[in-house]
Protein backbone atom coordinates (compact mmCIF):
# COMPACT_ATOMS: atom_id res chain seq x y z
CA UNK A 1 0.00 0.00 0.00
CA UNK A 2 1.49 3.41 -1.27
CA UNK A 3 1.29 5.86 1.47
CA UNK A 4 3.15 9.18 1.43
CA UNK A 5 2.90 11.06 4.94
CA UNK A 6 3.41 14.50 6.04
CA UNK A 7 5.00 15.74 9.41
CA UNK A 8 6.33 18.89 10.80
CA UNK A 9 2.83 21.39 10.76
CA UNK A 10 1.81 23.34 13.67
CA UNK A 11 0.76 26.69 15.38
CA UNK A 12 3.57 29.57 14.77
CA UNK A 13 4.48 33.28 14.19
CA UNK A 14 4.40 35.57 11.99
CA UNK A 15 8.98 35.46 10.69
CA UNK A 16 9.05 31.99 11.89
CA UNK A 17 10.07 29.23 9.99
CA UNK A 18 8.93 25.51 9.54
CA UNK A 19 10.02 22.43 7.89
CA UNK A 20 7.70 19.87 7.07
CA UNK A 21 8.51 16.49 5.89
CA UNK A 22 7.04 13.54 3.93
CA UNK A 23 7.71 10.24 3.91
CA UNK A 24 6.89 8.22 1.58
CA UNK A 25 6.30 3.99 1.80
CA UNK A 26 4.93 1.04 -0.08
CA UNK A 27 6.54 1.09 -3.79
CA UNK A 28 9.49 2.47 -5.53
CA UNK A 29 9.54 6.11 -5.95
CA UNK A 30 12.72 5.96 -8.25
CA UNK A 31 11.67 8.83 -11.47
CA UNK A 32 9.03 10.26 -9.36
CA UNK A 33 8.90 14.00 -9.12
CA UNK A 34 7.56 15.02 -5.61
CA UNK A 35 5.87 18.24 -4.97
CA UNK A 36 4.44 20.12 -2.22
CA UNK A 37 0.46 21.64 -2.65
CA UNK A 38 -1.62 23.56 -0.15
CA UNK A 39 -5.21 24.29 0.52
CA UNK A 40 -5.95 27.09 2.29
CA UNK A 41 -10.01 27.14 4.07
CA UNK A 42 -12.36 28.31 1.12
CA UNK A 43 -9.92 28.04 -1.51
CA UNK A 44 -8.58 25.29 -4.09
CA UNK A 45 -5.63 23.29 -3.25
CA UNK A 46 -2.57 24.98 -5.73
CA UNK A 47 1.02 24.38 -6.28
CA UNK A 48 3.90 25.01 -3.88
CA UNK A 49 6.90 23.52 -4.96
CA UNK A 50 8.42 20.41 -6.35
CA UNK A 51 11.95 18.84 -7.39
CA UNK A 52 12.46 15.77 -9.76
CA UNK A 53 13.89 12.61 -9.07
CA UNK A 54 17.46 13.54 -9.50
CA UNK A 55 16.99 16.64 -7.45
CA UNK A 56 18.64 18.54 -10.38
CA UNK A 57 15.09 20.48 -11.37
CA UNK A 58 13.05 22.83 -8.69
CA UNK A 59 9.99 24.56 -9.40
CA UNK A 60 8.43 27.14 -6.81
CA UNK A 61 5.01 29.10 -7.11
CA UNK A 62 6.02 32.81 -6.91
CA UNK A 63 4.50 32.94 -3.67
CA UNK A 64 7.25 30.64 -2.05
CA UNK A 65 9.94 31.92 -4.31
CA UNK A 66 13.10 33.27 -1.71
CA UNK A 67 11.60 32.10 1.23
CA UNK A 68 10.61 27.85 0.84
CA UNK A 69 13.19 25.65 -0.29
CA UNK A 70 11.94 22.06 -1.41
CA UNK A 71 14.50 19.19 -0.96
CA UNK A 72 14.66 15.13 -0.85
CA UNK A 73 16.53 12.06 0.56
CA UNK A 74 16.17 9.38 -1.91
CA UNK A 75 17.67 7.00 0.29
CA UNK A 76 14.69 7.96 2.60
CA UNK A 77 12.19 8.58 0.48
CA UNK A 78 11.20 11.39 1.99
CA UNK A 79 11.01 14.85 0.90
CA UNK A 80 10.87 18.19 2.40
CA UNK A 81 9.94 21.64 2.65
CA UNK A 82 11.24 24.59 4.45
CA UNK A 83 9.41 27.48 4.92
CA UNK A 84 11.31 30.74 6.37
CA UNK A 85 9.52 34.57 7.05
CA UNK A 86 6.23 32.26 7.53
CA UNK A 87 3.16 34.99 6.75
CA UNK A 88 -0.78 34.61 7.83
CA UNK A 89 -1.17 33.93 4.38
CA UNK A 90 0.49 30.76 4.19
CA UNK A 91 -1.98 29.26 6.71
CA UNK A 92 -3.18 26.31 5.01
CA UNK A 93 -2.84 22.44 4.67
CA UNK A 94 0.40 21.27 3.07
CA UNK A 95 -0.09 18.06 1.24
CA UNK A 96 3.13 16.24 -0.79
CA UNK A 97 2.85 14.26 -3.78
CA UNK A 98 4.30 11.78 -6.18
CA UNK A 99 3.93 12.15 -9.93
CA UNK A 100 5.98 9.79 -12.58
CA UNK A 101 4.42 12.69 -15.09
CA UNK A 102 6.94 15.35 -16.67
CA UNK A 103 4.64 17.86 -16.16
CA UNK A 104 4.22 19.02 -12.48
CA UNK A 105 1.92 21.73 -11.76
CA UNK A 106 -1.38 20.36 -12.02
CA UNK A 107 -3.15 18.35 -9.49
CA UNK A 108 -3.88 15.91 -11.57
CA UNK A 109 -0.47 15.29 -12.80
CA UNK A 110 -0.03 13.45 -9.26
CA UNK A 111 -0.93 9.33 -8.51
CA UNK A 112 -0.38 9.67 -5.33
CA UNK A 113 -0.96 11.83 -2.23
CA UNK A 114 -0.79 12.18 1.73
CA UNK A 115 -3.29 13.33 3.84
CA UNK A 116 -1.68 16.76 4.71
CA UNK A 117 -0.18 18.65 7.50
CA UNK A 118 -1.62 21.86 9.35
CA UNK A 119 0.49 24.81 9.08
CA UNK A 120 -1.41 27.75 10.65
CA UNK A 121 0.63 31.35 10.94
CA UNK A 122 -0.73 33.80 13.17
CA UNK A 123 -0.21 37.70 13.23
Known amino acids: QVQLVESGGGLVQTGDSLRLSCAAS????????MGWFRQAPGKEREFVAV????????NYADSGKGRFTISRDNAKNTVYLQMNSLKPENTAVYFC????????????????WGQGTQVTVSS
Open 26 to 33: GRTFVGYA
Open 51 to 58: MSWSGGTT
Open 97 to 112: AATPRPTWKLEADYNY
